[in-house]
């Protein structure tokens, strides 16, 4: 769904698309993201890619083409998930106890010190201007936020500690996968397959949870 949605919201440059293989680079994020059915079709499609890339990211669906990626691109950080997608297009029913409204880059401070998944504050930053990021208030004060990420997954959710266990993250995400489907797009995310939390709040909210393993390689 990752790869189908980049091409989809047109954000996608498609290096390769045979039936054996598909490679693609998003644009936004300048992730290489990558499907093959074997080993020979993995590497000729990691040939496409041009080596002595500075902050290379690659997306792998399979797990032979992880281990070719850390091999030839030297990647070290490799993030293990499993997709979750809403596949209806029925809006959710949101939550009233929270004031949800976007955010604009008056709350970078607060995004950056919370949010530690990715410690960018340019890319946070960014994040903010997209118009794609929204906060959860109580009386007034901001307790929590959720965005998407640029290649499009939703993410970027964090809870203010003070707050947790009342429902902000659900309401956040209901929120967001509104907002998405606003756009005429499918939502989608990815987790970390140890996140037991997070696929618990997905199930609940209906979003699909797929059987394969995504790897994110940097």
């Not at 979750?84 to 010190?113: H, M, N």
Request: glycine share 10%; proline share 2%; with cysteine.
């Amino acid at each position: 769904m990752d790869m189908i949605e980049v091409i989809r919201r047109g954000q996608a440059e498609l290096l390769c698309g045979e039936e054996e293989g598909v490679l693609l680079r998003d644009v936004p994020s300048g992730a290489y993201m990558m499907s093959a059915v074997d080993e020979d079709m993995g590497e000729r499609l990691l040939s496409l890619i041009p080596r002595g890339l500075k902050d290379g990211l690659y997306v792998a669906h399979q797990e032979f083409l992880k281990e070719s990626i850390c091999r030839r691109f030297k990647g070290s950080v490799i993030n293990t998930c499993v997709q979750a997608v809403y596949t209806r297009k029925t809006p959710l029913e949101e939550d009233s106890r929270f004031c949800i409204k976007t955010l604009d880059t008056s709350y970078l401070g607060e995004v950056y010190f919370h949010y530690h998944a990715v410690h960018d504050k340019v890319y946070l930053e960014e994040r903010l201007r997209s118009g794609m990021m929204y906060g959860a208030f109580v009386n007034g004060k901001l307790a929590g936020f959720i965005g998407m990420h640029a290649e499009g997954s939703m993410g970027i959710l964090e809870v203010f500690e003070e707050f947790r266990r009342q429902g902000i993250a659900e309401a956040l995400e209901r929120h967001l996968i509104n907002r998405i489907l606003e756009k005429g797009w499918v939502p989608f995310c990815q987790i970390f397959t140890d996140n037991e939390a997070s696929v618990k709040l997905q199930q609940k909210l209906g979003l699909r949870i797929g059987r394969d393993t995504v790897y994110w390689i940097s």
